[in-house]
């Protein structure tokens, strides 16, 4: 068992030197302040979100189908290891290791790459020259790979007030650092989380440590923290990428998210619909029910055979772990369910499937 006190990668402070006490706003407040830019390290992801035990078929998750929803369901099910890189606003590298892979995203000024070597297929995405931080593949926004410990922070402390309770627990130690042990927990019962664990390092603010504990549990569904990590700048050989002979390369256009609307971005959920439906949903007009925890995402039903609904059902992976439910078929975890309706229309949100059904009869 794994108390709130106690986050994954994680464990109690030494008591012979404990960090300066502080209340929730300054822990809070030095998190929001720390200033860290170059870093590397090495982060363990472990889900157990309640997923049917799925085999290895469908199609490639190479970068060219980066985001697919068997991408997604992998990244979300067992237990994943990367290594991160980060040198400055321009400089990033994320490489997931996968038990006989690797994929890469490697970031240097307006260039982005992906890598895969299962199939030794890369994918270039050519960065506008304004798009300044809304790109940051160190943020893992835009990029569907391993999410980091900071991302993760940032969506679920961004709002706490007044949706969410916030106390500081016991301090703890993640990769040899001392860190404020900060512990929010949803006001609402509307929301299958039931308390998020946050370890801020106790001298520079980084977030190190996420775990995310559903309603009415014991332990942790999703854990992601570095189990080592260094504040020097990384070698800038790191950053440099060049396609591997005979692999395949695809240049891919910028996404424009222009047409979702604001409340789509905001933070609150540590595995946001946002980031399931990014590619699926790039031709669709989500709409959003509720706020923060409760919140609900819907996504219009779309005549083209390649619908998001049609994606998801024709899923080899993703139609063993989808259950029939009245109108439709639901796909259940402890953290996220998602309604996929038989006339087309989808909703996500981390609330009980009672909820998701509630939205899907008020918005025919």
Do not use: C
């Amino acid at each position: 068992m794994i108390a709130a006190g106690v986050l994954a990668g994680s464990i109690p402070a030494s008591a012979g030197d404990p960090l300066p006490a502080k209340t929730p706003a300054q822990v809070l407040e030095l998190l929001a302040s720390h200033q860290v830019q170059s870093f590397s390290g090495t982060v363990e992801q472990s889900s157990e979100l309640g997923l049917p035990e799925l085999p290895a078929a469908g199609k490639p998750t190479g970068p060219a189908s980066a985001g697919g929803a068997a991408s997604v369901i992998e990244l979300l099910s067992g237990d994943h290891t990367a290594r991160i890189y980060v040198d400055g606003k321009d400089n990033a590298r994320l490489q997931v290791v996968d038990q006989l892979a690797e994929r890469d995203v490697i970031h240097h000024g307006n260039d982005v790459w992906f890598y895969s070597s299962k199939d030794n297929s890369a994918a270039h995405l050519a960065l506008p020259a304004h798009a300044g931080d809304t790109a940051r593949p160190d943020d893992g926004r835009g990029m569907h790979a391993m999410p980091t410990p900071g991302e993760l922070a940032r969506k679920l402390l961004a709002k706490v007030e007044p949706t969410t309770a916030v106390t500081v627990g016991p301090d703890v130690a993640v990769a040899g650092r001392a860190a404020y042990n900060l512990v929010l927990e949803p006001r609402t019962d509307a929301t299958l989380v039931g308390r998020v664990a946050v370890a801020v390092d106790g001298k520079s603010g980084m977030p190190l440590s996420v775990q995310v504990t559903a309603r009415g549990a014991d332990k942790p569904a999703f854990r992601s923290g570095f189990t080592s990590l260094s504040l020097d700048a990384p070698d800038p050989s790191l950053f440099t990428f060049a396609p591997p002979p005979g692999s395949t390369v695809k240049e891919i256009q910028v996404p424009d998210k222009s047409h979702l609307p604001a409340s789509f971005h905001e933070p609150g959920m540590a595995i946001t619909p946002e980031q399931f439906f990014a590619q699926m949903a790039a031709n669709g007009h989500p709409s959003v029910t509720g706020k923060s925890w409760d919140a609900v995402v819907g996504l219009p039903a779309q005549a083209s055979s390649g619908s998001p609904a049609e994606t998801l059902l024709r899923d080899p992976l993703l139609s063993q772990a989808a259950v029939v439910v009245p109108g439709g078929h639901l796909l259940s975890t402890a953290l996220l369910n998602v309604l996929i309706m038989d006339d087309g229309r989808i909703f996500a949100g981390m609330v009980p499937p009672e909820r998701l059904q509630a939205v899907a009869a008020g918005a025919q």
